[in-house]
């Protein structure tokens, strides 16, 4: 174990703004990567499921 | 000899018409009718090898598509909706170029007496630019005067056209016919040509979904 | 082996990777959760600190494997640009699309800690070193493919001019690599040189390979997810699209 | 061949229509460089340091700028429909339009270099080398330009996206082009420079046209 | 005012539609500047020293290359003749369009100067100069480059010969802009070169789109 | 009201028509004819103050053209060769923006209908750049249906139009004339309209230096 305690690990020895800047931003980065692919799959089957309904109900 | 079978074209999420047969011979033609966004245009950039279709095939002198392209190019003449004009060049140079690029030089007595027959005289060398909308036109087709071409694809020839170049470019095609060459050509007018040919009617399908569609009629 | 190359078309067809393509990408996305949770342990809790860079080193765990995905994205869509060429299959398109926002984001990443890491080991934000430099350029041929895909409507001729981009950027790669390379030493000595960490202590190559791995499964389980995502785009009229199970409700 | 000959000689009587381009293409470059130093300062150390740089880069931007015409017009107003109708094969009319940007494109700043070149105060043998550089270099520009004019063609944006998609690919000229000069300067041999640039010349024969016709058919189609 | 507004949603319509088309301004922006560094060599003191002349001549070219869009497009159309058909006066609408130019191809710019300014290692001081030149400078560019747009609509070889207008009427923006940034990194102030940018605005815009407008009329005729 | 004196149009060193008199009057169309290259595009230019005349003067509502510019041109709806469609802009937009940049905007439903009306329905959101060649005309047409313009100016309107569009095309007209409206068009095609109109022909001088030229019949 590297860190007496939290806040020595959260100043990252004097490097906290740099290791941290790079860590988080990276994490963010994916995390928004996912929620946009997951937002572009949902709004392509909610077009698809409401074009789908129409049709059914054309032909009815 | 042309002859095509069970062409579809599908253009955004539509499948603007299918199972389409087709067969030109030497001294026939083929009007393609219907109305604006059918798909007369898709179809004969289809036919011409421009653009790939959905499905079916195409069949030149009994060979298909695929083989038989470079020998189906050295006897194509296609004229779409953009003339290949520039506005840059004279009359004559436009004349010149485009036959030199179809691989067929033009020699210069040549391609002025086209450009007179065509009615363009004393204008051969004006820049395309500040020719009227008509004459443009006319610039494109004195490229059919000078053509060996066996096919001739036109779209809408006739546009832009006066009475009296109408008339005399249907004396251009029944000329053309007469000599046993092929004939595709789209038109919102009514034509009289020589001849023997037929008319293919393109409905627009207003089907969203491409799928089993009704037959069209075909020649 | 005709049935091995049926069946391999069989699967490179949307319809039938679609599903594929669902049962996989969790998986891969478990898989990368726990290699990161490993990988972020090793590099906060086992890996010593550094002797002389200090803290700050702990950067590389995910600088370097960032870099290293940048490179290999890009080579993995021209893999399918190729493909998608040679065999006409659409499922390749749709591939290297789905990759190139991941491999543009890594590239990114790999600038921004570099950049970070950077400004207290150089004491500057930016050097114009010849690997900086080219994935610099790497960054722009990545944002170039996304550019010109998205330009073009029609999404069989955005995948055939994205081939075309891909396939001509990955000849490029290294003669770019290489050309910035001799840029850099023909005409001085390179002011500044990446510190070669002779021999990198083991539990720091450890900490590296398995955030390496990690980000593999991420972008394998991501490129799986966003495919789906462009497979249904495009296939919106088929019938076996309107037969789908979550399109029933 | 005959095609070809007919392209090259269209482009060439287009470009001598619009009788001022190729000296306007010039005038870009020339102002391009003159920038420099109004934008720096006038110390010529200075000046003569950064000027194989400075030279090089205006010549990829003047080649650059001329690209949009390369396809553009001719798909506009359907000549490029009537090339892929044409026997001849589309990749040898596409090297004939590529001979005919270059010719009135690089060649015309191959020529002109050496001038601007004693503004930055260069000295003779740098000079030569300028122009055996820009010699070798400037097909290259001309070649993987056609690849992204024809990549960008009818595209939303074009102009721009083209940018974009060929600077990246030029830096590899850019560097070996402006290395060379530097080299000299420096007095080392400029000769390993030159010959990367000739290996880089002769892969951009082959390729470029191949690759910018592939690109055409997807514009047409 | 309707019609003005009109004009400028529509111009930010047909700029969202091509998606790409402002990113790629920027990354061309970025792309121009990163090639200085590969023509001329990485030294850091060298490179902080040409960086303001550097990031000003590029912002010029990223202006003047999305120029061409400006007018020819509307030209060509006829939406230009409907344009000088309406009841609004044309230099009206001849001045959304060149508000639209800017918040398209120069309000991005200044904000992306700083991070690029970063590479060349200016301090913090110098790049808020820098944005405040960029700032007040390119509506000049827009201002100006629409004269030079309209100057050579319908003209043939157009694209080159704007550039030959224009440049050179961009040079004193070029030499007060980037003046600004290197009396900065000299340790004077910055504020006299400021003053001056604000001056050739407030010109501009009292009299671009009136130059604009007359140089419009002729092409139309 | 309308009304030209002695108009003389010099194109090069040609001059193409000259002492051209006509009057348009509420209700009334004017058609102009002529073979291509004649002037018609020439002569509905300089009518709708684009192009300055060699010679003759211009009124509209009495007053000479210099001195009502501004309230003509708030009246008058211009449609050229050129029909100002942006490929980008889809049918819609590219309506409300014509609207607009012509200083009288519509709202999206009075849009829609016209754009349904004028047979493009289900096409409203597509870009100009994948429609057919009449589809594009099609929307630049709409822009009739929703103006409130007391004169149209019409270069060719019935280009590429299919027949049902062409009837279509010739009842708005009819209705605009109904409504006191004024139109002068062109058309290489015969055109059947109600309301009283008249017929110019421009001829073709092949005389090659401006001067006196025979004066053209006018209406
Ligand atoms: C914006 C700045 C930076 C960029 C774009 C960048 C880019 C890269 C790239 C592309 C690689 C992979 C290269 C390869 O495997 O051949 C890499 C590896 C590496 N980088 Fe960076 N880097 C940056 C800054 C830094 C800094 C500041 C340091 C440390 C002081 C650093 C240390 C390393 C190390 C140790 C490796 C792995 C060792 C190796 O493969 O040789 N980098 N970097
Ligand atoms: N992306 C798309 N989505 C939907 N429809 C499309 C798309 N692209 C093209 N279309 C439609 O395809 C058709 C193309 O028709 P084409 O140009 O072949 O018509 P045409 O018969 O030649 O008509 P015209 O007589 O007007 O020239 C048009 O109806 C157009 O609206
Ligand atoms: N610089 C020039 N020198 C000689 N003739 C010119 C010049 N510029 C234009 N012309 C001629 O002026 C005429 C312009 O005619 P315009 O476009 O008005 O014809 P139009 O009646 O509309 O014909 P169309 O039916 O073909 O549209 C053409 O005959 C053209 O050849
Ligand atoms: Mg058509
Ligand atoms: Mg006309």
Redesign the pocket.
Known sequence: MNWGSASEFFAMGGYGLYVWGSFGVTAAALLIEVGLVRHRLAAVRRGLRRELAADRDTQD | MLRAHGLACDRGDRRLFSAVDLCVSPGEWLQVEGANGAGKTSLLRMLAGLSPAADGHIEWDGRPMGEARDDYHARLLYLGHAAAIKEDLSALENLQTAAAIAGRPLDEATALAALRRIGLKG?ED?PAR????????RVALARLLCSQARLWILDEPFV?L?VAAVTQLCGILDEHLARGGMLIFTSHQAVQLAGSGATLKLSASTHPRAGAEPREVAA | MSQRLVNWFKFASPASFYPLAGKMWPWFAALGTVLAAVGLWISFFVAPTDFQQGEGYRIIFIHVPASWMSMFIYCVMAFWAAIGITFNTRLSGMMSSALAPTGALFAFLSLWTGALWGKPMWGAWWVWDARLTSELILFFLYIGYIALTAAIDDPRRADKAGAIVALVGVVNVPIIYFSVKWWNTLHQGASVSMTKAPTMAATMLWGMLIMALAFWMYSIAIALYRVRAIILERERHTTWVAELPEMQR | MNAFIAIVRRDLLLAARRKSEVFTALFFFMIVVSLFPLGIGPETAMLRRIAPGVLWVAALLAAMLSLNRLFAADHQDGTLEQMSLSPTPLAVLVSGKVLAHWLTSGLPLVLLAPVIGLQFDLSARALGVLMISLLLGTPVLSLIGAIGAALTLGVRGGGVLLSLLVLPLYIPALIFGAGAVEADVAGLGAGGHLSLLGALLALGVFFAPWAATAALRIALE
């Open positions: 204008r004006l500040v020719l009227s909308q008509g004459q443009k036109r832009a006066d």
